[in-house]
Structure formats: C-alpha cells, structure tokens
C-alpha cells in the first residue's frame, strides 16, 4: 500500500516538473524520471538504507545545462520519496510492533480456556492466518484453584514474505496480558515438529482440576515446547491425556508420538516473577498419543524387542555387564555358567563390547526371525524369537 502511495506521488511530480520545464527537448519526461528513480535507488548495508543515488547525484551531476530546475526538483522528489518510505516503513513497522495488553477472558485456568484467549488475541491484533502459526513454548504457573500466577507463550506466525514472532506474558496485574510481536524477514522453517497453536491450545484445554489433585502441593507450573516428537521416557510419571480423561502410560506402552508437557508441582511458594521454586512433584502428561512404530533393522530391532518384551528385556540384563564379567585387583573374569574364567584383558573387553550376538534368521515384509546368542553369563544362552512389524509385537520365544 506505501509503494503504490509513493509510486503514484512519484507520477504526478514527474508531470508537473515536465509541465515547468524552461525548454521541450528531446526525452526530457524520460529524463526526469530517470532523475526520479536515481533519487530514490538505495542500498541496503545491513538493514540500514543508504541513498545511493543522490549521493550520485550530488556528486557527479551538479552542473546540469539545459532544464537544470526541472532535473535537479527531479532528483530531489526522488530523494524525499526515498526519506518518505523509510519514515512511512519505520512507523508502519513501529505500531504494528508496539506491546498491546488484552484483557483475559478468564483468569483462572481451569474456568477459561486458553484456545479461546489465543483467538481472543488474534481478533484484538487483527491475526488472519491460523495455518502456520507454532507454538515453539509455553510455561504457565497456577495455584492450586486454578488463578494465573505466571503466563508466558512464544509463538511463531511464519508466512512468506514475513515472520512474526509473539511473545505473550502475563501482565502484574493478572488480568491482562503483554503481547510483543516482532516482523522479521522469513525465514525457512522446513518441516519442524512443532504443532499448530490452536492444536496444542485445545489439547492444554483437556486438563481438569481433578488431574491435578494433589493435597500437598501449592502450585503447579506446566511447560512445553509443543513440538510433535518420540517420547520413550521410562522409570517416569507418565500419562496420556485425551477426552476421556487422564491415564497412566506404562513403560510396556512406550514409545510413543506425542505432544509432552512437563508437570511440576511445589508444596513450597513461587517467587516474585511467579515461578516455582522447587520442584516435589513432577509427572509428564502427553496429548494427542499415537503408536509409535519403530523402523525395523539389525541394528533396531533387538532394542525394539527389549522395550516391549520383559521376557527380552529380562534375558538381555542377566547377560551383559557385571553380569557376564568383572574386574578384580587387575584380573580380567568372564562368567561361564556360573564359573568364573579369567582372562585377558582383551578378551574381555571384546566380550563386553560384541556381544550378544546377533543373527537376523529370517527378514519378512511383516516380521523379523531372530537369533541371539551370548556364551558367557548363566544358561540359557541362546534366545529366539519372532517379531512382528503390526504392533510390534514378540511371539514364538523360545530360550536355549
């Protein structure tokens, strides 16, 4: 809109000054609107606009003979068409970037509802695109009713020719919040693994007050970089959240695609920012849980095993490590049924590196046959089985 404004100002001073020439000679429109345009050209050093062109003309086109007046307000209407897009682009830029506050619908997390304080935002800001804009991280702290005590969103908004990034906080009075956005030159995100706001939004949205009910803890903060990723934390406080509530994700279940959010609740205070001091309590929550299905290969698919097999996982302990071998004052053992050998150090440490073996049976579309044999440790020593790409899944072992 500012270009085709300066454009048409540019025209109608070229025509006037054409009009008040002192002599028609040949090109002179042409002329003056090379004049015009050579007032305006300007280079760009590190996003700071130098006017190239009238310091051309300024230097090599002082002495003018013929229509000097009309060629010189040519050159100059150039240059102030050039001041004018940079003060115009300037404060285009300055109010579009200047921090708003918008009051919140709701102050208390679990009353609200934060997809529709984002869309409560993007029509306060005139936001039109939904398709492209990222979560990339969020931390939220409430008290235990639910009230606000810390917010703080970055978004991304990346559509050519432009990125704008949002950062979003939760103001000292807590019933408002700062936005700050920034335009920058696109820049190329590829396929990122974060997810869509509105998406992750309504996803935090399916979090209860019954889901965190823990007597002792005083606030809880949650925080995530909404990226879509594979999730196979074990030992944790892991659990799935969808419509129907709040479930435990077991170790056997993992790993899993999914949306994580860490969990952090404090029986302690926050400090004066809002934030949790000290962590007693933590449990990850994942949204919208899909099956993660491992790409099968030798070098995978014992591990594959193992994460969904105990039978596997328990075979594979009692036969690597401490287990199979140790060190004594400088001895090098290696466990034999049961009987201890001693050996060199390089047998032994090639022991503990290369084995178990190995050996891929048979490899079909839909399952892998698979051989695994280690000689040290206790019997059995060899382990077969049959893993199945649908699922997967472990069937047919058999110890040996």
Not at 2 to 26: G, H, N, T, W
Not at 272 to 292: A, P, Q
Request: a negative charge; charged letters at 30%.
């Amino acid at each position: 809109m500012i270009e085709l404004m300066l454009l048409a100002l540019s025209i109608a001073a070229v025509f006037i000054l054409y009009r008040k020439s002192d002599e028609e000679v040949p090109y002179l429109l042409a002329k003056l609107i090379g004049y015009t345009i050579l007032g305006t050209a300007m280079f760009n050093l590190n996003g700071i606009r130098i006017p190239a062109g009238f310091i051309i003309f300024l230097l090599f086109f002082r002495k003018i003979p013929v229509n000097a007046w009309s060629k010189r307000r040519a050159a100059y209407t150039g240059f102030a068409v050039f001041l004018l897009s940079v003060i115009l682009s300037f404060s285009v830029k300055e109010w579009y970037e200047w921090p708003r506050k918008v009051a919140l619908k709701e102050t208390n997390f679990y009353d609200g509802s934060l997809l529709e304080e984002w869309n409560n935002i993007k029509e306060k800001l005139d936001v039109e695109s939904d398709y492209g804009v990222k979560l990339t991280d969020i931390r939220m702290v409430i008290d235990k009713a639910g009230n606000y005590e810390s917010l703080d969103l970055s978004i991304v908004e990346d559509g050519p020719p432009e990125t704008v990034y949002y950062r979003i906080r939760l103001s000292e009075d807590g019933e408002t919040v700062d936005v700050k956005r920034t335009k920058r030159d696109a820049e190329d995100w590829g396929q990122t693994p974060y997810s869509e706001a509105d998406f992750v939004f309504s996803q935090l949205d399916l979090i209860t007050k019954p889901m965190l009910n823990h007597d002792s803890v005083n606030y809880y903060e949650l925080n995530s970089d909404g990226q879509r990723m594979g999730y196979a934390v074990k030992d944790q406080k892991n659990y799935r959240v969808d419509t129907a509530g709040k479930k435990e994700l077991k170790d056997s279940e993992l790993p899993v695609d999914g949306i994580a959010v860490g969990v952090c609740g404090t029986e302690g205070g926050i400090d004066e920012h809002g934030m949790i001091l000290e962590c007693d309590n933590f449990e990850h929550y994942l949204f919208d849980v899909l099956k993660n299905k491992p790409e099968l290969n030798t070098s995978s698919v014992l591990e594959t095993a193992e994460s969904i097999s105990p039978q596997v996982a328990g075979w594979l302990s009692e036969h690597i490590g401490d287990n199979i071998g140790s060190e004594k004052n400088g001895e090098f053992i290696l466990k034999i049924d049961g009987k201890e050998k001693r050996v060199s150090e390089q047998e032994y440490i090639k022991a503990l590196k290369e084995t178990p073996y190995v050996e891929v049976i048979e490899q079909g579309q839909d399952n892998w046959k698979v051989k695994v044999e280690n000689p040290y440790g206790n019997p059995p020593h060899t382990m077969e089985f049959e893993l199945t790409r649908e699922g997967p899944e472990v069937v047919d072992l058999h110890f040996r």
